[in-house]
């Protein structure tokens, strides 16, 4: 089976630890056409889920938001969380019926959003744009990274050494390891 | 007495790995390929070994270096939107136990990258190599071995230049990568520069008690609705 995958705008991060509200705000731009005035700041994604007072808020002062929270809760306020984040879907099928085009009330299919635990209680989310099921390789848009970054990683390797190897570390290690699977839905009338 | 870099040699078996298990991958066009394979066999482009710091490493620039580990080499070759890296990771053979884990290391080729972030890090490279600027670069005479600087938590990318000849034994760090707000990219940083720019990240995941993932707090997750531990 061929290289599966979908259109994805992969934004770098804006501030140190935005990553969750950089992926949450690339999905739901990714679902949007290309000249859509509709776009969402990753700013917006923070302040819908910490609903500060208006004057004081991310895209106002940014580095006084420069907090970790998960991507689950920014596609959550984005209307584009499909279900709650599984760590019983960490499989290549899984990744395929994701993001397979299916000409039903899916017209097309979905990126697939992760969540990896890194050392010193470091979080990190990234989303997954493609799979190769033959070659068993997943390609994978990290914000932190920015666009035109996409690294195709062997599926284990991604599972469970995403950006760090600790050479000691076998699953279930704790450093670099994909601990969820996130569904996404399209948003309401992108 | 001049300044120059030297790029290590790849361990045994791990050039074969990449001859071997490049066909998996299909980041790379032909003549990537073919330029990759040349890069790990000693040829054209770069072999750099990667030594992963933790957060808490960051907080003790002394010893930056001898608190790393080493996970693995990168091979990387081109430039511009020609540059290309693949990442070889080294694994545990068998079990990943034994009397002699270290006999039983295996090479494994985990990823291949390519953009405007492998781009950056060959025009470091250049960079550092050509001494151009001057005053980004002001680096003792010698010679060093350079090496790629792992941080994923710190979210910044960087090259380690470590001295082997001359009279300094001071580590050089040269970022090229980073969204930590006003660090200049492309330029030496003694260790203890660099981990000024870095340490705040650090304080920010020390004082977590816990990591914030998602599925500790996902009520209807198979931990939510059984009751189950949560994970470390």
Known sequence: MAKICVPFMNDKQKK????????????????LQLDSTAKKEQCAVVQ????????????????????????????????????????????????????????????EGEPVCAEILWDDNATHFVAVSGVNPTNKTVFVEDPYLGPGNTVEYRFQQFLDHYG??????????????????QKVKRAPGP | MGFQIRFLTLPDGYPATVKDQWSFFETANAAQQAGLIRAAEGGEGVRIEIRSISPSHALDPGRLLQTATTSGWRV????????????????????????????????????MRK????????????????????????????????????????FTDALWLQPETGDSKDLWIVPYHTVISNFPLMRAYRAADFCTYVRPIADKWK????????VKRAKGSRQGSTGAPSPP
């Not at chain 2, 053979?93 to 494994?108: R, V």
């Not at chain 2, 470091?124 to 010698?142: W, Y």
């Open chain 1, 16 to 31: 140190e630890l935005w990553c969750w509200a950089a992926v949450a705000a690339n999905v739901y731009n990714s679902a």
């Open chain 1, 48 to 107: 819908a889920v910490v609903q500060a007072a208006v004057g004081s808020d991310p895209c106002t002062v940014p580095d006084n938001f420069n907090d970790t929270d998960t991507a689950d809760e920014g596609l959550n306020v984005l209307g584009m969380r499909d279900g709650r984040p599984d760590d019983s879907s960490l499989t290549i099928d899984f990744l395929v019926g994701e993001l397979t085009f299916v000409n039903t009330s899916d017209p």
């Open chain 1, 164 to 181: 760090a190897k600790d050479p000691k570390s076998l699953r279930p290690a704790r450093r670099g390891t994909v601990k969820t699977f």
């Open chain 2, 76 to 111: 990387a070759m081109g430039s511009g939107s020609s540059a290309i890296a693949a990442d070889i990771y080294t694994m545990q053979g068998g079990d990943g136990g034994g009397a002699d884990p270290e006999s039983q290391k295996l090479p494994q080729l985990a990823c």
């Open chain 2, 115 to 154: 953009g405007p972030n492998i781009a950056a890090m060959m025009r470091a490279i250049a960079m550092i190599q050509k001494n151009d600027p001057p005053e980004s670069f002001d680096l003792p005479g010698g010679s060093f071995v350079i090496g790629l600087l792992n941080s994923p938590e710190l």
């Open chain 2, 207 to 214: 004082i977590l008690e816990k990591p914030m993932l998602s």
